[in-house]
């Protein structure tokens, strides 16, 4: 038996070069410390992210994107096709675990201040993937056209909107006219299949070379550690199967949660009908969601809902440009006030998701 | 008390002679000759004392018809347009004035018809459709208990009439509304006794108010379909007013509890027959015995179709029993349910066919029942099924949706019952039992799905599980493994 897995390897590495890789991998290592199991929400992350692919791609082969067929085809999905319902309910929760697990992923390089010099790309890249995620969340929301998506979207977009100068060409962009209708659905299902997904690969593939090229960030408090006092494990095997122990426990997480609780579906989208009560979008936007119902309509000179998405976006290019104005972790310092702001940030939308959950 | 009763009779008749005596415009007007004066005599107004200076203002003492006649003396001449009821109203609404002449008559005539349907603008634009003097007259008005009187109730069909029987004029104001309502009213129980000269019988007006008509559209009106019924009944429940008649007056309180009563007087269902639908309105007439089923078809076509097409029309017919009423009643017909049907005690076939008999139609009922109750019972079943695979959260919506065909096939057997056919009954039902067949199965498939479902997820978490552990122990003697050479190359 060994010796068949003997030659196939032999065969492959004779081709592909493959105990290059082998030899590289298990030349790297991973540092442990008190906060290592961090490390695994990237692999997760990528796990789900396979997961939203594989599972993606079964539900193209019966989804159909129009707004006369897309709710019919999603409850031929559920009620007819073999594991449909599994498929679908999976792909549902794994993309709310996937944006989870991303958050808890780049709030941990955050706080870890992972991404100070040489790592700046590979938070931007991460950073422009969790963006890229949150509009995987958004387009993909819309795809069955039910009454609850149609109308979020509708005050999703609406939102949009109200960007000084360039919101309303944005919102007319993103909905194909001037209201949600079949239009906005199309274009929503061409960003979830094709644009987003084609933008995301090249994206993952520079944050896996970059992180396989960089190694994994050690905290600053590991890097001034004495090296015979530094604890690591090799990345291959240790780590991998490590990591390949947490994919089978989200697994069965996932499992559970796609069976004990299905992701439903509602009812049809009447663009005719009015708003039914309850109309929230998902809870990775509820934070900013529920914050601009608190600002006042008009605050200064300046109507609150333009101010408030102001202010996020603002808060957003902040967020993203951290590894260029915290120069002092860079440089090898303890920046306090990363850390303050971080809890503060993890705090505020706790806080206000939680609000606009129960409220 | 007689004698002072004696001098106020005298007194008042006194004066009332007194100022006839002193009107001179009734004197010239009556050498005249002229149709006005002559008919003013018998007027009401005349008898009680009031001169023609009463409506048209000067100065009914002046011997010089110059003075009499004079606008400084308030002669106003012939009122035209609204100022006819003007006129009128200066002491129909003044109930001081009313009461100075004894009447007991309302004062807020005037209002009323402003506001009626005869109250809008005509199409001069300029005054309102009607008058007082339209249907009361100018000259000659009697009380409209006078038999002389054009609204005493016996003349007042004709007087509506002129204007109502006239298609040259009604096109003027609304070409839709038919003007036979005179010709159907005289074919009608009330129109035969009026024109008997029964003053107490209903006329136009006992239904349509007299000042106050309201068009048959307004919510308010007499006749709109939610208040027909108790306009009827204001006569009809009237046990005293209806003595003579020799007719029951439970009518309305029957209709009320029915099934036709509920949906319009408490669910206000505007296509719920009220009297008038059933009876006619201004040709009201119960239905003949033969012609139920014409009359109830208006709505109920199939059932009528398949009645009148089935056995029973003719053995009905024979037997002189009313078609729809003899199973459903009539005033207080109860909603429909299979437990009319069947050859049992209580139900309605087993008034006519005996289990003594064995006869066929006795036969057919049991098997209609049997068929319809089973009916009932797939429909209850594929429901139930449907409702707990709904509750575990199954996707069930499409044999949700099909429900509904289950109930159009109940609702089919209750109409194809009417043709009293178990045959066609059992065709009909057959699609029902398929349907629901159908359903059922779907609706147990998720079930069953829903089981599987929690057993292969128990499964695969189970070899999840028994994977990750196998792993964590693999790592674990993997990473001792690791320790020991390090320990060894140390």
């Known amino acids: 038996m060994k010796t068949i897995w003997n030659r196939l390897y032999a065969w492959i590495d004779e081709r592909v070069q493959l105990n290059d890789l082998v030899t590289f991998m298990a030349k790297k290592y991973v540092p442990v410390h008190r906060g290592s199991i961090w490390y695994y929400f990237g692999g997760v992350s990528l796990f789900l992210f396979i997961i939203q692919v594989v599972t993606g791609i079964l539900l193209l082969l019966y989804y159909k994107g129009s707004d006369s067929l897309a709710f019919e085809s999603i409850q031929f999905i559920m009620s007819k096709v073999t594991f449909g319902w599994l498929i679908r309910s999976i792909h549902s929760w794994t993309a709310n675990l996937f944006i989870f697990a991303v958050l808890i992923h780049m709030f941990s390089v955050f706080f870890e201040r992972a991404y100070r010099r040489p790592r700046e790309v590979t938070w931007l890249t991460g950073m422009l993937m969790l963006f890229i995620g949150l509009g995987f969340g958004f387009s993909g929301y819309l795809l069955p056209w039910n009454e609850l998506a149609f109308f979020a979207t509708k005050v999703g977009t609406d939102i949009a909107g109200v960007i000084p100068v360039v919101g309303k060409p944005i919102m007319i962009f993103l909905r194909g006219g001037p209201d949600v209708t079949g239009a906005t659905l199309s274009r929503f299902f061409g960003f979830h299949i094709a644009v987003l997904p084609g933008i995301f690969t090249v994206l993952l593939a520079i944050h896996l070379l970059l992180v396989q090229r960089q190694g994994m960030s050690q905290p600053q408090e590991f890097e001034s550690t004495p090296d015979d006092s530094k604890k690591t494990m090799p990345f291959f095997p240790n780590f991998l199967l490590r990591d390949l122990l947490f994919w089978l426990i989200v697994l069965n997480i996932l499992a559970m949660l796609a069976v004990f609780f299905p992701w439903e579906l509602g009812r049809k989208a009447d663009p005719f009908a009015p708003a039914p009560a309850g109309i929230r979008p998902e809870w990775y936007f509820l934070f900013m969601f529920q914050s601009l119902k608190y600002i006042p309509a008009r605050l200064w000179f300046i109507d609150g809902e333009i101010l408030g998405v102001l202010l996020f976006g603002a808060a957003g290019l902040l967020w993203l440009l951290v590894p260029f104005w915290d120069r002092k972790s860079s440089r090898g310092g303890r920046n306090r006030l990363i850390t303050y702001i971080g809890l503060f940030v993890v705090v505020y939308i706790i806080t206000f998701t939680l609000l606009g959950w129960f409220l | ?490």
């Open chain 2, 1 to 490: 008390m007689r004698s002072v009763m004696c001098v106020v009779v005298v007194c008042v008749g006194v004066s009332a002679q007194t100022a006839l005596a002193a009107d001179k415009c009734l004197e010239c007007h009556g050498t005249v000759g002229d149709k006005p004066s002559s008919l003013f005599t018998r007027d009401i107004h005349h008898l009680k004392g009031i001169s023609c200076t009463g409506c048209h203002g000067g100065d009914a003492s002046a011997e010089d018809m110059e003075k009499a006649m004079d606008r400084r003396a308030g002669f106003i001449g012939v009122p035209k347009g609204d100022d006819v009821s003007a006129v009128c109203a200066r002491c129909h609404s003044n109930a001081t004035t009313m009461a100075g002449f004894q009447s007991v008559l309302p004062t807020n005539q005037y209002v009323l018809l402003q506001s009626s349907v005869h109250g809008k603008l005509s199409i001069s634009g300029k005054e309102r459709i009607v008058q007082c003097t339209t249907c009361h007259n100018a000259h000659g008005i009697a009380k409209v208990t006078d038999p002389a009187s054009p609204v005493y109730p016996v003349n007042a069909v004709a007087t509506c009439a002129r204007c109502h029987g006239d298609a040259k004029f009604m096109r003027l104001y609304n070409p839709s509304l038919p003007v036979d309502q005179l010709a159907k009213y005289r074919t009608s129980v009330h129109g035969v006794k009026n024109a008997a000269g029964d003053a107490r019988t209903a006329q136009c007006a006992s239904c349509h108010g007299s000042h106050d008509i309201l068009s048959v559209k307004e919510v308010k009106s007499k006749v709109y379909p939610t208040n027909i019924p108790a306009t009827c009944a204001s006569c009809h429940s009237n046990a005293a007013y209806m003595a003579g008649y020799g007719i029951p007056t439970d009518q309305f309180e029957k209709y009320a509890k029915g099934v036709h009563g509920v949906a319009l007087l408490e669910k206000h269902d505007l296509g719920a027959p009220a009297c008038n639908n059933c009876h006619g309105n201004h040709g009201a007439m119960p239905p003949g015995v033969e012609s139920i089923s014409k009359v109830c078809g208006t709505c109920h076509v199939l059932n009528a179709d398949l009645f009148s097409s089935s056995p029973h029309k003719k053995g009905f017919d024979e037997l002189g029993k009313p078609e729809c009423e003899t199973c459903h009643g009539n005033h207080d017909i109860v909603a429909a349910s299979n437990v009319l049907l069947g050859n049992f005690p209580g139900a309605v076939c087993s008034r006519c066919h005996s289990a003594q008999d064995r006869e066929k139609g006795f036969v057919a009922a049991g098997v209609m029942r049997v068929l319809i109750d089973s009916l009932q019972r797939a429909d209850d079943r594929a429901r139930v099924l449907v409702d707990e695979a709904e509750q575990k959260g199954m996707e069930i919506s499409e044999a949700k949706y099909k429900l509904r065909d289950v109930r159009q096939s109940r609702l089919e057997t209750r109409t194809i019952v009417h043709a009293f056919s178990a045959e066609k009954l059992r065709e009909t039902a057959g699609k029902g039992f398929a349907t629901a067949a159908g359903i059922s199965a779907e609706a147990e498939h998720a079930i069953d799905e829903y089981y599987f479902r929690r057993v292969g997820l128990g499964v695969a978490t189970f070899s999840i599980t028994v994977l990750a552990v196998s792993l964590y122990l693999y790592i674990r003697r993997l990473e001792r493994k690791q320790r020991q050479a390090e320990a060894v190359h140390y």
